[in-house]
């Protein structure tokens, strides 16, 4: 195996825990799961804010108006897409901190940018990217080290470019800026494209985020782990108020395939900006990275490690031990400046 992340992954358990499930369907697991009350109330919060990122990114991807706009009409017809059941004008009305509608008597019609703050944010958040780009580079990189092929589909990548922390325009100012380590080619399909990685790295170059923390609890005096059974361990954060039955730690029981799927979806959220992704997004890479298994149940399975939403209609994986109250323990440059986009959808909410 050349995946960095499973290095001595089948010659050493490891210590994480399980959910043993009775025989139920995800459905009705998912019904039944135990809730955690911060992570609910975060995404009650952001289950309409990806849709006003949806619009803006909308009205910025027309760089030919100054500031740039969208039409009413055109937004109009793509609601049903972008699940705006009480039409365009309704979710641009109820947010005037992000959006502003303006006639043009010229064109005989309405049209919407950005406000001058939200336009503002927004142009923080490209230099923020920009700044990053060598960590950026590195993601990239990190995220086809982790496929079995050292490639993967462009149309994946798309799925999570914002998720990833990449410049939207990432094919020239990413890709084709480094030809040592990126190439683009040619899929199996039409009008296909497969990113490949063409730069050389052992197995060993790479550190998993995982690490991090198990050198630390090492380091820690009070650590009452065994440091030989912390090498090979997760972060464990369980929900407030949730029992643990005798046999939901389970420590050598697992089969290799899900402990190596769960090594790959942890370092996956590692890589995330927010240290969350949609469920269906992060399914796209389940045959790049050799995942024979249902990715929700996985998340399902482990709840000491991943927390599972399904607020406004989508299922969205966070990292537990990335979160303290609702917030990134340790914030980055590309999240603070979104945090600031988010509270800005805070006020027109709390107005309408």
Wanted: with cysteine; glycine share 4%; hydrophobic share 40%.
């Amino acid at each position: 195996m050349r995946t960095y992340i499973i290095k001595s992954l089948f010659k050493h358990p490891f210590t994480f825990s399980i959910t043993i499930r009775s025989q139920t369907t995800s459905a009705q697991y998912v019904a039944s799961r135990a809730r955690d009350a911060t992570f609910e109330k975060l995404m009650d919060k952001y289950k309409n804010f990806v849709k006003v990122i949806a619009i803006q990114d909308l009205i910025l991807s027309n760089p030919n108006k100054t500031p740039p706009c969208i039409s009413l009409d055109f937004l109009s017809k793509l609601s049903q897409k972008l699940h705006l059941n009480r039409g365009a004008p309704s979710i641009l009305r109820k947010y005037p901190h992000i959006f502003h509608i303006f006639y043009d008597p010229a064109k005989s019609q309405a049209f919407c940018r950005l406000t001058d703050t939200a336009l503002e944010i927004s142009r923080k958040e490209e230099e923020a990217v920009n700044a990053s780009l060598p960590l950026v580079v590195d993601r990239l990189v990190r995220l086809l080290f982790m496929s079995t092929s050292k490639s993967l589909p462009l149309r994946a990548v798309f799925k999570v470019w914002r998720e990833l922390g990449l410049p939207d325009d990432f094919e020239d100012s990413v890709i084709v800026k480094n030809p040592n380590l990126f190439r683009l080619c040619d899929g199996n399909e039409p009008r296909t494209h497969v990113l490949k990685l063409v730069g050389e790295f052992p197995d060993n170059h790479f550190t998993a985020a995982v690490e991090n923390w198990r050198v630390t609890e090492c380091c820690r005096e009070d650590c009452s782990v065994d440091r030989m059974d912390i090498r090979y361990s997760f972060k464990h954060v369980y929900p407030p108020g949730m029992r643990l039955s005798k046999t939901f730690r389970a420590k050598a029981g697992l089969k290799g395939l899900e402990k190596r799927a769960v090594a790959i979806v942890h370092e996956f959220l590692s890589l995330t900006v927010e240290k969350m992704v949609e469920v269906e997004k992060i399914s796209h890479f389940r045959n790049c990275f050799g995942i024979d298994m249902n990715i929700r149940d996985l998340f399902l399975d482990h709840p000491g490690m991943f927390y599972l939403s399904t607020k406004g209609k989508r299922h969205t994986v966070f990292l537990r031990e990335a979160y303290e109250r609702g917030r990134l323990i340790d914030p980055n440059p590309v999240y603070d400046v979104r945090r600031k986009l988010l509270i800005l959808f805070f006020w027109g909410a709390m107005i309408c």
